[in-house]
């Protein structure tokens, strides 16, 4: 129990980082969800909206409603500043898995 | 089934602010129609709203701002608060319940006296207790939310003894307590209203009318009200500063001493007790008008000295307190 939460915790920094990076294609809610499950990437749908939604008030994405099919669909892509948001925590998290992987090595030599 | 999908996107937008309900109702709906694609069969649509999770969790991930009546950061105050003021309050119906109870019924009706006040009064003050505490936290919390920068100098001095309560905890049930009891003492006094049934031995005494002299209480009230609201700035001054100074200290001292002092003019100099209650009260009893004015005299006098061995403790203690505080820093 105390390890599945600690992995969730560990894992939610990682989703907002996740869904930026595929949003360099326009996609609409589901076909993102499918595309993050092909990768193993496990968001709840229940997750998965609500965080689109904030990720659009903040200025990160952009979308657009496609009423053209019977059903209409919401698209979403990255705006120029989530692409510079994108860069920005792409260069963190190789920071991040750099100096883990230092600390991981560092403790096995010893 | 779009019964289902519709009473789910309600359970969720209903919980949301008006400005967005209409743009997060159409997105929930298209993502539902997404997620079931060309299988709308019963199972299918209860087994996708079961992965979207109880519409309470999701309107909650949809709400920017997570909304508390007590924030989280209060929350810890404003437990120890309650229940204190609760234990406080709790107490003093029981006594005032059994006192009432006993001086106006004996025998069967005493005991269902004693259960009538205990559920009816216990409730009430237990619902005005929470009441109270809840509203001046919220007013607190409202008020703690526009600071914006954090300053450590700011920060309150470790006490030296662990288990005393901080200062801001002290304040906050101050201000609950004067609020409390002032507001009842002062309204006793506008009210001035009497209503008694008394049962001494085989005789019944009952009287209806002002307990209080009029002039009495109309130069009285004004004065209460001044000495109720320097306590209350100087409580609220502990909430908002987490310390005192010897200046607002010497401030609330000196109003709050005139302010006994021309209360205790005003009690030695007039006469306290409504005529009517005196004359009534020494029919009943059996005594003359002037036993029962010097009994009531006494009474009187012996509260007004209670009173002032009160103010010179907290003086005193209060003195000493910020004194040692002064040479410690």
Do not use: C
């Amino acid at each position: 129990m105390i390890i599945n939460n600690l992995e969730v915790e560990l894992k939610r920094g990682t989703q907002t980082l996740q869904v930026l990076f595929l949003l360099k294609n326009e996609q609409y809610g589901y076909s993102l969800l499918q595309a993050l499950e092909e990768r193993q990437i496990n968001i709840e749908a229940g997750t998965l909206y609500p965080l689109l939604r904030r990720l659009e008030t903040q200025r990160m994405l952009t979308s657009n409603w496609d009423t053209s099919e019977s059903r209409p669909r919401k698209y979403y892509v990255l705006s120029p500043f989530g692409e510079e948001v994108l860069e920005h925590l792409i260069k963190t998290w190789t920071e991040i898995n750099d100096e883990m992987m230092k600390l991981i090595k560092g403790d096995n030599k010893q | 089934m779009n019964d289902l999908i519709e009473r789910y996107i309600y359970d969720v937008t209903k919980r949301l602010e008006e400005s967005k309900k209409k743009d997060i109702e159409n997105e929930l709906r298209a993502n539902i129609y997404d997620m079931l694609g060309d299988d709308l069969s019963e199972a299918h649509v209860v087994d996708v709203l079961k992965k979207l999770g109880r519409p309470v969790d999701l309107a909650l991930e949809y709400k920017e701002k997570k909304s508390y009546v007590i924030s989280p950061r209060q929350y810890d105050d404003y437990i120890k608060v309650l229940k204190i003021v609760l234990i406080v309050f709790i107490a003093v119906t029981v006594l005032s319940g059994i006192t009432s109870s006993i001086l106006e019924y004996s025998g069967v009706k005493l005991i269902s006296s004693l259960i009538e006040e205990f559920t009816d009064g216990l409730f009430g003050s237990i619902f005005f207790g929470f009441t109270i505490v809840t509203v001046i936290f919220w007013a607190i919390d409202q008020n703690t939310e526009k600071q914006t920068e954090f300053d450590p100098r700011k920060l309150p001095k470790v006490p030296e003894d662990q288990t005393l309560k901080s200062r801001r905890i002290e304040g906050i049930i101050e201000v609950i307590m004067i609020v409390i009891f002032g507001s009842m003492f002062v309204g006793f006094l506008i009210t001035n209203h009497l209503d008694v049934n008394i049962q001494l031995d085989e005789d019944s005494f009952y009287f209806k009318g002002n307990l209080l002299n009029k002039n009495y209480t109309t130069y009285l009230i004004p004065v209460m009200v001044v000495s109720i609201a320097s306590s209350l700035f100087y409580s609220a001054y502990k909430i908002i500063k987490t310390k005192t100074s010897i200046l607002t200290f010497a401030i609330y001292s000196v109003i709050d001493f005139i302010s006994l002092v021309a209360a205790t003019i005003l009690t030695v100099s007039m006469d306290v007790f409504n005529p009517a209650f005196i004359e009534a009260t020494a029919t009943a009893s059996n005594k003359t008008i002037l036993e029962i004015t010097q009994i009531g005299n006494q009474i009187v006098h012996g509260i007004v000295i209670f009173v002032w061995v009160i103010f010179i403790i907290e003086q005193i203690v209060e003195w000493i307190k910020l004194t040692k505080k002064q040479k410690r820093n």
